[in-house]
Structures are given as C-alpha cells and as structure tokens.
C-alpha cells in the first residue's frame, strides 16, 4: 500500500515585515535640535528684518559701539539730526572721501573690493552701505561672523532704504573723535558751529579722520590730514560736477 504524502501544515502563520526600528535617542535628539536650529535663524532673520525696517523712518537711539565707547570714556557727545540739518558740504565730501559711487552700487563696490584685494587689503573696500550696516545693527571688530552679517544684512538695507536715508543715518552715528559720533556732535565740538553751517573746508576735515577718528583730529590737523582735506574738497567738487551726488543732493 502506497504512502501518503503528508499535506502542508495550512496553520501556520505568514511571515509578514519586519517592524522597523524606532529612532534612537540619539537620532531624535539630532532632529530637534536642526529644527530649532532652523527656527532660530528664522527668527533672528525676521528680527532683522523689523529692526532694518523701524530704522528705515525712527532715529538710531544708540549702538553696540557707542555704548561701549560711553562705558569706556565715561560719556559720548551725541545729536541726532535729520540730513536737511547737515550741511550739503559734509555730505559731499564724506561721500567723496569714503565711497565716490555710493550713488550708482546697490551697497558693494566692485571695482573698490577688487582694487583693495589686489593692493593686499592695504585699503578698505567697505561702502558707506556697509559701514552703515556695521555702525548700526552691528559690532567693530575683524570677525567672519561679523562681515558673514554685514554682507547679508547690507543688500536688505539697500533694498528698504533710500540712499538718502543711509547717508543719513551714517552721518548720525559715524564716529568723528574720541567719543564723538554724529556730524552735529562733531561741528560743534571741532569748529563750533552747527552740522548746517559747516564750511567745505570744515567738512573736508571731518571727512579726513573717518579712517582713524582715535587716532586724528579734525581741529587741529596734522601735515597730512591738511593734505588729505584738500584732496577730499576737490572730489566734493567733482561729484557734485559729473552728477555723482544725485542720490542725495536734489
């Protein structure tokens, strides 16, 4: 007699997916923390934004180096005035001293960047766009993180603000002496007059120690600072003349 053959066993279970392994604690901890990294560039990315926004029309009250100067010097010489209220000398020769095309770039200079790499970095490149930026939202010092900030922040100010506006603002928190910022604080403190009444000759000088305003003096000017004043009024001239003032002086 043949032997059955014995049937399948129809019992037993199909062997489904494995259950994949939930996350480690350690994967866990890695997402939260790039999601709340993300949230915090956001958020310091918005807040840049309405401080850019609210210094586009309200007065700059202060700065992270003014404060530190005030702390450092015991007290700082600061007025805030609009630009109707600065002489159109100042203005002129700043802009001819520290940026000739501040009219014509959106807040980076080219041709100045490519020309103070080539000198070695013996010259700045800086606009007045970025030495706004620094000045106001920002910190003095050499960092990357510092011109990491600058260079983005800059094409954002530019974007919101007149060129007008920036002049302004630059000329109310430049520094111009030892713990004298603003071009009101600075014509009264050198010449004493007014930043409206400032005579080009004046203004060349203010001009002349923005470089180095710890180091030179706008009352009583050296040998070189005379010289460099002289230089900085015939380019005032100049852009007044080819039309390179026209962001500002009509």
Known sequence: MARKTPEPDTTAKPVGRKR???PSRLRRLAHRLRRWLWRGVWGFALLML?????????????TAYMI??????????????????ISIHLQRAVVAAEDANFCRHWGFDMAAIR??????????????????????????GRSW?????EAAITPVMELIWPKARILEVYLN?????????????????????????LSLRQASLLAAVLPAPQDRDAGAPSGFIDRRARAIA?????IAADGRDGCFAN
């Open 20 to 22: 994949a392994a939930p």
């Open 50 to 62: 309405v401080w850019v926004l609210a210094y586009a029309v309200l007065p700059v009250p202060t």
């Open 68 to 85: 530190g100067e005030s702390r450092r010097l015991g007290g700082i010489d600061r007025d805030w005035v609009p630009r109707q209220d």
């Open 115 to 140: 020309d103070a790499i080539a000198d070695g970095a013996a010259r700045g490149g800086s606009t007045i766009s970025q030495q706004t930026v620094k000045n106001t939202f920002l910190w003095h």
């Open 145 to 149: 993180l510092r011109k990491a900030l």
């Open 173 to 197: 928190v430049a520094e111009f002496g030892p713990g004298v910022f603003g071009a009101e604080a600075a014509a009264r403190h050198h010449f004493g007059v007014s930043a409206a009444d």
């Open 234 to 238: 015939d380019g005032a001239a100049t």
